[in-house]
């Protein structure tokens, strides 16, 4: 790389602290305090989600697998019912370790489209541009480091073709509910006529099952939690006292909010750079939704946002769906 593009990568780190910072500072000056769990993600996070998604609780890779390994033919021809040329674009992409399925399949019938990748973590990127390279040599692919409308901005400007765009793994659970319908709305206006959204939604199921996968016994799930502490220490000089703060988890079966929490665990002060924030015994930090749906639930999010709903594809045991809307 010449300096110039080093020096430039120097400025956009410097600026995506800057907004960590800010987002850390806002969120633990709210009532209740906030942390976002779009932070997760570093490379620590990255390695503590891929160990989630390999935990006998967390039931949603299994199922999202199960339609990704067995009904592959089915989301091709889903996709590919206009037989033109497309951009695949994967919002939140991770290592791509359900769509890779879909990819090769693709390759194999010798579809003509471009996988565009994008996710908030560079590095998880990296990791499946290594993968694909190795797997898929000759795919054509561009990945897109950053936030999931900047980079579908971006990718449009890329895109001239048909868009297809993958939205899963319930990655659409970690937004409240009014911004899972704003999020919709968006992104049917940055699509044409003939575009076509594949999004995975996580059922409303028995709710034992569903808080297990989010409170497993050996403290996968709290250890993730607590990382973003960690982070905000190493990345924003900070002084969080990590073993002072419990993981919390709930699930509400009316709503299907599963929420998490930190507790401090006594009362406490923290410095975040420059400021100071006051915390009281048992104070909740609130920091992420995991939203479950029912089918009811995604069609009137299609409906309202302008989608047609398509076609629905589940697991055998219909804990899981991935629906197809046009636009
Ligand atoms: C990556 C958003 C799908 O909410 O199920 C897993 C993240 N958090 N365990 C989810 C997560 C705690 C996960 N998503």
Request: contains cysteine; negative net charge.
């Given at each position: 790389?010449?300096?110039?593009?080093?020096?430039?990568?120097?400025?956009?780190?410097?600026?995506?602290?800057?907004?960590?910072?800010?987002?850390?500072?806002?969120?633990?000056?709210?009532?209740?305090?906030?942390?976002?769990?779009?932070?997760?993600?570093?490379?620590?996070?990255?390695?503590?989600?891929?160990?989630?998604?390999?935990?006998?609780?967390?039931?949603?890779?299994?199922?999202?697998?199960?339609?990704?390994?067995?009904?592959?033919?089915?989301?091709?021809?889903?996709?590919?019912?206009?037989?033109?040329?497309?951009?695949?674009?994967?919002?939140?992409?991770?290592?791509?370790?359900?769509?890779?399925?879909?990819?090769?399949?693709?390759?194999?019938?010798?579809?003509?489209?471009?996988?565009?990748?994008?996710?908030?973590?560079?590095?998880?990127?990296?990791?499946?541009?290594?993968?694909?390279?190795?797997?898929?040599?000759?795919?054509?692919?561009?990945?897109?480091?950053?936030?999931?409308?900047?980079?579908?901005?971006?990718?449009?400007?890329?895109?001239?073709?048909?868009?297809v765009i993958l939205f899963l793994g319930s990655n659409i659970g970690n937004m409240e509910m009014e911004d899972v319908y704003r999020f919709c709305f968006e992104l049917r206006k940055n699509l044409n006529k003939g575009d076509v959204v594949m999004i995975g939604f996580d059922l409303k199921k028995e709710p034992n099952t569903i808080l297990n996968a989010y409170n497993d016994s050996n403290g996968v799930?709290?250890?993730?939690?607590?990382?973003?502490?960690?982070?905000?220490?190493?990345?924003?000089?900070?002084?969080?006292?990590?073993?002072?703060?419990?993981?919390?988890?709930?699930?509400?079966?009316?709503?299907?909010?599963?929420?998490?929490?930190?507790?401090?665990?006594?009362?406490?002060?923290?410095?975040?750079?420059?400021?100071?924030?006051?915390?009281?015994?048992?104070?909740?930090?609130?920091?992420?939704?995991?939203?479950?749906?029912?089918?009811?639930?995604?069609?009137?999010?299609?409906?309202?946002?302008?989608?047609?709903?398509?076609?629905?594809?589940?697991?055998?045991?219909?804990?899981?769906?991935?629906?197809?809307?046009?636009?």
């Open positions: 790389a010449t300096t110039s593009t080093i020096e430039k990568n120097i400025e956009i780190s410097k600026q995506n602290t800057e907004h960590f910072k800010e987002d850390v500072h806002a969120g633990l000056r709210q009532s209740p305090k906030y942390l976002n769990s779009k932070y997760f993600y570093d490379q620590y996070g990255d390695s503590l989600f891929q160990k989630i998604m390999a935990m006998p609780e967390y039931y949603l890779t299994r199922c999202e697998m199960d339609i990704f390994k067995n009904q592959t033919a089915e989301i091709a021809s889903v996709i590919r019912a206009e037989q033109t040329p497309f951009d695949l674009i994967e919002l939140g992409a991770g290592d791509a370790s359900k769509s890779i399925h879909l990819l090769e399949y693709l390759k194999k019938q010798d579809a003509d489209f471009r996988y565009m990748p994008i996710d908030i973590s560079g590095n998880i990127l990296s990791v499946l541009e290594k993968k694909l390279s190795k797997h898929l040599p000759d795919l054509d692919i561009e990945c897109l480091q950053g936030e999931y409308f900047d980079m579908l901005y971006k990718a449009s400007q890329l895109s001239t073709r048909r868009k799930t709290a250890a993730f939690n607590l990382n973003l502490l960690h982070r905000i220490n190493r990345e924003l000089d900070a002084d969080f006292i990590v073993d002072q703060f419990e993981h919390y988890e709930t699930y509400d079966p009316v709503s299907g909010a599963c929420r998490s929490y930190l507790i401090s665990l006594q009362e406490q002060q923290v410095n975040v750079g420059d400021q100071t924030f006051h915390f009281l015994e048992n104070e909740p930090v609130y920091m992420e939704v995991s939203q479950k749906f029912s089918l009811e639930d995604t069609r009137k999010i299609a409906s309202q946002s302008g989608f047609e709903p398509h076609y629905n594809i589940m697991d055998s045991r219909e804990w899981f769906v991935d629906t197809f809307w046009t636009a």
